[in-house]
């Protein structure tokens, strides 16, 4: 599977993004995907998880009630909402796919098989 993710880039604080990550060479739909992402000289963190039919998602804590995942199956992406964008957010964002179909959530990269190249969200202050 090929994934391309897009929609980073330079927001002030409190600003909003829009990531999309679409994806393509495996049956999209049948995939939980999620967001992880990677600051520098930090290990890469889990940012939030929908299931392949989107009833379930899972939110690291340091993005609860600030981002939103949702999927477009018919699009074959899936998309994060970041509002109240904060500095510390500032990271490259990177979409993932897990290796097993119709799983439940999963938040560990462990779980994820094929990643996207990454797109970077700058946050000044």
């Known amino acids: 599977v090929q994934l391309q993710a897009s929609g980073g880039g330079l927001v002030q604080a409190g600003g909003s993004l829009r990531l999309s990550c679409a994806a393509s060479g495996r049956t999209f739909w049948r995939y939980s995907m999620g967001w992880f992402r990677q600051a520098p000289g930090k290990e890469r963190e889990f940012v939030a998880v929908?299931?392949?039919?989107?009833?379930?998602?899972n939110y690291g804590d340091s993005v609860k009630g600030r981002f939103t995942i949702s999927r477009d199956n018919a699009k074959s992406t899936v998309y994060l909402q970041m509002n109240s964008l904060k500095p510390e957010d500032t990271a490259v964002y990177y979409c993932?796919?897990?290796?097993?179909?119709?799983?439940?959530?999963?938040?560990?990269?462990?779980?994820?098989?094929?990643w996207g190249q990454g797109t970077l969200v700058t946050v000044s202050s």
């Open positions: 929908i299931t392949w039919n989107g009833d379930s998602t």
């Open positions: 993932a796919t897990t290796s097993s179909a119709f799983g439940s959530v999963r938040t560990s990269s462990d779980d994820f098989d094929s």
